[in-house]
Every structure is written in C-alpha cells, then in structure tokens.
C-alpha cells in the first residue's frame, strides 16, 4: 500500500470544502458498495423497486464483471451486497467476483428469493466466503408470499434456503416487505425465523417506484398499520433483549443525512447491472459507467464528494416521506436517468447541466410545504 498525498488548500475554497477534498483524497473509493450483477429475475414482484425481469438491459459481461471485482477490490471497501434481479442466476460469475472481494478482505453479502438455493449452491456459495445472505420471505404462508412474489413455489423453497444456509455456516438475514394485507403476519414470521436459527430480520417499508408504482396504493399499509408496528416491534425488543435482531429500514433516511451533510465523503455507491454508477438506488441519477472509465479516474473525478452537487442535494432535500418517491421526476425505472458523468462531463459541466434540470423540475416535481432548496453553506455558517 503507497503512501496518501494530501492535497493542500486552494486560496478560493472553503474550510468544509477543503476538508472534503482531503478525506476524499485519503480514501481510495467508498466503505461500502451494492451491485446488482444481473436483472434477471424468475420473479415478477408485485413490489419490485429496479423491475427485475421486466426491463432488460445490456448488463456486463463475465469479463467485464471480474475486471470491475478487481477495481473494487482494489479500493479495499469494507463491504459488498450483491444484489438483483436475481444473484444465482449468475452463480458462476458470483463466485468468482466473490472469490475475488474475499481474497482482498472484503466482507460479501448477498441478497436472494432463495428459488435457486440448493444445497450445492449454498455449499459453493459458502467455499467462496460469502458469509452472510439475506433471503426474501414476505409473507407467513405460501398464498400471501407468492402473491406479491408471483413464482410459485418460492415459499417452500426460500425456507429451503435458509436450512441450507444454516447448515452450510453461512449467516442468514431474512428481508420483509409489510403490505396491507401482510403486515399482520410479520410476528409468524418473526416467530419461525427464530425458530430456524436466522440472525435478523429486516423490514422497510413499502416503496412506490419500479412495478410498485402500478399496485402502491393497493398494497401499501395504512399509517394506523404501520404505527401498529413500530409500537409492536419497540415491545417485542424490550421484553426480549439479545433474542433475534429486528431492523427497520427507511429508505429516506440516507437521503436526508447525506444530502444534508456539510462535508460528507461518499459512504455507499450502487452499481447497476449494465456499469452504470449512482450514489442512490432511489434517485435517477447516474454520474458515470464502468465500460466508460476505471472506478479508481471517477473517484479523482470528484467521485467521493458526489453528495455535495448540487442536483443530488436539492433532489435528496425533496424527499420526506416515503410516498414523496412517487413524485420524483425523471420517475426511476421507467423514464431515462440522468447521465451526467463526472469525467465526460466534468464538475463545471455536471454543475451547469444541474441549472437547466432544477428549472424542468421546479415545474414537474414542485417542493410543496417544504423550503425548495436546502440550506446553503454560507447561510449556515451565518
């Protein structure tokens, strides 16, 4: 490992944009990264947030993945999710993206429906050092399941999964998405996954993006549902402590406290099936692509102060609530994202492109009841 050169201050630049220049340039890449290495999916979920098996696209070769595992590698991050579509319809290629992580001391996850998850799979997954998965199971019987997951079978065969896993070693996670229908099920589920030995279980809630957007108001809990909930999950941690883990995801909450943050270096990166780079999974932005430029060009490019742009902020501020993700305009998923590449495009030029997008959606996706911009810097400092 060479030695970090620290950059110096510019005469022009602010102390805090000093000072995300310099942890920036201490790091060689983000603590954490996600991919999704295909979109391929046996599944048609009703609730799916990327349209897995719907939307095709032209996603990255065997090569062409292996050479990224190296990039990442290369930037020594502390971990990575491997994500969908549907990972083990890849499983050949996981496992050597995966071989690859571990041999760098990366921690690899991966997320499944578990359909695929045979023992054999387990067991490769289990010899290439993925030591955690998390397996779907969004429902306490197969007909509530498998209605939002659309492939029959799945609910038998996920439960498979999580034995399998178990028994292979591998630590097991098990993702809930509540519906309205649902959400009543979550302690059966909480219940049989402590029984099979599951480390935690994650919920979030409901999302209206991706196929969500056709079914959101159908499926979607109530407030007095999801009050429910949080009351029954704060009761259930009291009167167990140190028995399973039970997490609450909020996808709006990142967006608030980077989007926010003053001098806050890029945490977390998402890559796409077909290469393309985003800060957020939930934002139609792209700021780059692999089969463009090299991971480690984009983080000199400004990479890892991504959060501090100012198109990134002022969409990030817009979100509240989680139904705000419906009005985000372009729609993610279904319109094309913005392709502003750092190092096509340039800081400047992604800066000025920012100025005519603000203005398209200060008429399509208006701030309503909440300030249109954050705070600037300097009327903080003031």
């Not at 203005?359 to 705070?375: E, G, H, N, Q």
């Amino acid at each position: 490992m060479g030695w970090v050169t620290i950059p110096k201050p510019r005469w022009f630049e602010l102390d805090r944009e000093f000072t995300l220049r310099r942890d920036a340039a201490m790091l060689r890449g983000p603590v954490e990264w996600s991919w999704d290495v295909t979109n391929r999916c046996l599944g048609r979920c009703l609730h799916c947030l990327n349209r897995s098996g719907v939307v095709r696209r032209e996603e990255l070769s065997d090569g062409e993945m292996l050479d990224v595992a190296r990039q990442i590698a290369a930037q020594r991050p502390l971990a990575i999710c491997l994500c969908g579509g549907e990972p083990l319809l890849r499983l050949d290629t996981v496992l050597a993206v995966a071989t690859i992580l571990v041999g760098a001391r990366v921690s690899v996850s991966m997320v499944t429906n578990g359909y695929l998850a045979t023992p054999e799979a387990v067991r490769r997954l289990a010899d290439a050092g993925i030591r955690l998965v998390q397996v779907s199971v969004d429902g306490a019987t197969a007909a509530s399941h498998e209605r939002l997951r659309q492939l029959p079978g799945v609910f038998e065969r996920a439960w498979a999964a999580i034995a399998a896993l178990r028994d292979a070693g591998v630590t097991v996670g098990v993702s809930f998405v509540p519906t309205r229908q649902s959400i009543g099920e979550w302690r059966q589920v909480y219940d049989r996954c402590r029984a099979e030995g599951v480390s935690d279980l994650r919920m979030q809630p409901l999302m209206p993006l991706g196929q969500c957007h056709f079914a959101y108001e159908e499926l979607a809990p109530t407030a007095a549902q999801y009050r429910d909930l949080a009351e029954d999950v704060a009761e259930l941690a009291w009167n167990n402590p140190g028995a399973m883990r039970v997490e609450w995801g909020d996808p709006v909450d990142h967006l608030v406290r980077f989007g926010q943050a003053l001098a806050m270096v890029t945490h977390m990166l998402h890559l796409t099936a077909d290469g393309s780079i985003a800060v957020s999974i939930y934002l139609p932005v792209l700021l780059g692509n692999v089969r463009r430029h090299c991971l480690e060009d984009y983080w000199q490019a400004g990479l890892g102060e991504a959060w501090q742009l100012r198109l990134i902020r002022e969409m990030a501020y817009r979100v509240r609530s989680n139904r705000d993700f419906a009005a985000i305009r372009p729609h993610p998923f279904f319109d094309a994202p913005l392709d502003l590449d750092l190092i096509d495009l340039g800081r400047r030029g992604v800066e000025r492109l920012s100025d005519v997008v603000l203005a398209f959606l200060d008429r399509v996706w208006p701030a309503v009841d909440r300030p249109a911009s954050p705070p600037d810097f300097q009327e903080i400092a003031s």
